[in-house]
């Protein structure tokens, strides 16, 4: 694939783009982004780098970080996770109780936030300092010190976070949930708020799309079996009900934020990471799925 | 790959797996089989082919077909189809009214049985003998007009399929099938049971693999981008609650039936079908998902 | 209790009352009711009769039937009737699927639409003619030959009545229906299709506030025991998803039908029919209801 | 109705009634009840007193104290009160958050767990110190000093109540909850650890069958008009989705608790507690609800 020649249309292109949706706004740090940014980096396995718009802009990555967590519990403790939280797509919205209630308190995947804290309790589980390990683990894969959590993010979704609070206390009636209950949802809602660029994503995910090792540090994050299966996880339930959608018009695995981030991963080939705050219907990314599909349908490139 | 090496191992592996499960028993036709059929058949989109067991003998492919019916309709109606049915996994059981009526008559995806009746609508409203042309499409890309349906199992189907009738009248009450409902119901229960052999179905199946073109008779039966999305429906949809699960150990966009079969395709590479009656509790093949987790995990080798 | 009072009252406040809602009009033959028809009739167990405004005048009473398809079954299948439709509200919509399915072809009760579709699988079972024994039934008891079937009702409800077929499917999928759809089907359209008058109905239901005896004629329609028993089923379920609300403000056992007739019994006392075609959102008569409420605040007269 | 000699046929039934389900067992405190205790008393509205078995001994109220917090709250705040909770049948089991999400936090009736935290969510908003005024409420009304919370039990309850947690979180979600969430539930727990004999309940709860007004005191603790609303609700309510079973088969309007009371109304004639700690499958008394049928059966006195 000629990437200088395809990143160069995505440049054209990007400013044809609609800008529908609105930005999540149920907490004033979110809900005060500039509607209009847009940032979008491409980096390739053999580390080459395509920065448009806002790319080295942070943001608040929310659910994307969901993906890191994952990776990290799937290594401390692979073998009880898969009994807690299962691999389906959930069929409903994200926050729903109902599937969890039907379902005895074990979430369909690891990245409706009903998994995301059951992947928190092990982490709680498993460390001694969730939040600075966890922390200092993306920082390392990511090279990167800066790299941080937001507090007063972290605090905005605590004061208003009674829906996460229910499913949590409805998970641990019925056992899936070992920690202290505010204990979880500290390490939860201070990984949502992890401020990152475009640019710094893409190439924390750049693992996912080299079999599992970091093709930049030369680092083995994680083995590659684990690697297929995660990229398989994010093509199932990566998007939470809109997951079929972004497979038919996109066709990669990648996973979304509230904050209007995206990530995506063409094993073997690329990671690209997308930002534009304006939410579909969905949650997801309004133009950020735009230009994603427009990348995959112009190259021909989609993993199908 | 070296496919010969990998199939000659496939065959060494088959008699040490265990066959759990049960053989599909509603109507007596399926309830008969051998439950200890096995047959495979792999094709490259370089038409070399690798046959195990029984993959000369047919078998009533049921759910499988509804592939074939999506590539029809596909081509005779792209623009109405995704307004009468999604392209998101149900999250739930692949007979269930409950979505159906929460959603107002439109199908999750076109690979639930509801979805599937919504397709042989389109396909009574486009074709003058839907159930003779419909034969013939499928004969002309396989090139073997032996392949038939089977009159005793669309009988006996029919017999006892009052949860069809169910769903299909509750879809016409909101609008969503547009003829009349035996008619729909008599071309659904015959494409159901049609007899194809492993061997008849990796060849069928090769256009996925291979951007839409049979490479055998260089036949384009479909565009390159529809190729590529029937590939991501069948990742997402191919196997009722279980897809998440089959992405996450096999890695293969694929479509089973409660005959025991399964379809899968590696895009750009080979097509392979499974079969195997007894289904696991989802309905899937138990030893066929088994085969096909060796085979991706051994050469590591899924999409992802 | 001064009848000739409190009804002469009511005679006074019906003018007042706002007449909301809209008539039903999924059928011509119920869209086309003048919408300002008021009827009210009430009997007491001493015979006395109170008829104002279109007391006389004949309607379809649809769904008021199901209690007189109850009573026959009643007394056919005393003992299969309770293992195949329960007696609880059904805490949905009346036309819900959800429940049905999520309970295995059971109805929550014998007066949502799914319920009485097993009533009339009853009658099937049981009577030579059910069609022509079920109008004697109602007949014997009102003592009047004049009262019928009207075919043009019928046949309407049937060229729409999918969800109706829908429900009918899905509970013969689980075993729960024993004759043929199109049979117990033609029962159930022609029974809602019965017309009759306020005066009419408040008669007919006289025995379930009378002990189960129709005072009139002496005839001993049902046991002591079961008119308390029908009695209860009413009050809980004869709203469908408005029993409660109607329990709170009227405190009455009733049903109503959606041709905008409700009978509601006072037991020991009278039995009250009214008629007003505007429906409210739950599909109960919006002023019939606003009347019975006025009568038992009034008089302080609910059963409770 | 002969009193006296209903009750001593009842006492002669007791110890042939089958003893079966089992005693609660999620909390400590209850499981370790006698499950061979029964108790019972009517009161009649002229005073009349007839006690059996352990009629004089305390037990834990649980959900009975449910109806007086609303009658508390049904003064204090009329208006706003059935905006914020509903009057229908839930449905659905008493513990179920799926209804609580589909209807947007708003609880089906006020004695489901969900609608007695909101009524318990009133009374922190109207009372200074609303566990005291609760307590002096109940025990004004009693005319007994002694009646008390049991610490141990709220205690109990409280360190396991996470589904109880999960609702009031789901509810604040909804912006249904005004106050602090450990506030409500402090008073939730506290009343449902309210401990009183079958003689205390049935005194309790008389004006329920007297208008409203205590016949022992010459008291109005509350309207006519609300006194049969709230004998409505009972009725339609009070025993979770077993309503319609106990209506069908006892006939009065009640209120049933996991420590195995029943308090049930006869309104214009009596009212009458029973307690037997083994709970059917529905979690309601079992030889209770027998023995109350054998009541209404035997003397034909049920409210319909």
Known sequence: MDYEKIVTEMAAV?????????????????????????GLHLTTVGNQNYGLGDAGERFSIQSISKVMALVLAFELEEEALWQ????????????????LEYEKGVPRNPFINAGALVVCDILVSRLKQPKQQFLEFVRGIAGNQEIDYCQRVAESEKSTGFKNAAMINLMKSYGNIHNDIDTVLDLYFNLCSIEMSCRELAQQFLFLAANGVDPLSGRAVISPGKSKRLNAIMQLCGFYDE??????????????????????????????????????????????????????????????
Request: charged share 15%.
């Open 84 to 99: 807690r939280v299962g691999v389906e797509p959930s069929g409903t919205h994200f926050n729903s109780l109902v599937q």
């Open 243 to 304: 997951a079929g959608e972004f497979a038919y018009r996109v066709g990669l695995p990648g996973k979304s934020g509230v904050g209007g981030g995206i990530i995506a991963i063409h094993p073997g080939n690329y990671s690209i990471a997308v930002w534009s705050p304006r939410l579909n219907a969905k949650g997801n990314s309004y133009r950020g799925i735009r230009i994603l599909e427009f990348l995959t349908t112009r190259t021909t490139s989609s993993i199908f």
């Open 14 to 38: 990007i400013p044809t783009l609609e800008n529908c949706g609105k930005v999540a706004s149920y907490i004033p740090e979110l809900g005060g982004i500039d509607a209009e940014k847009f």
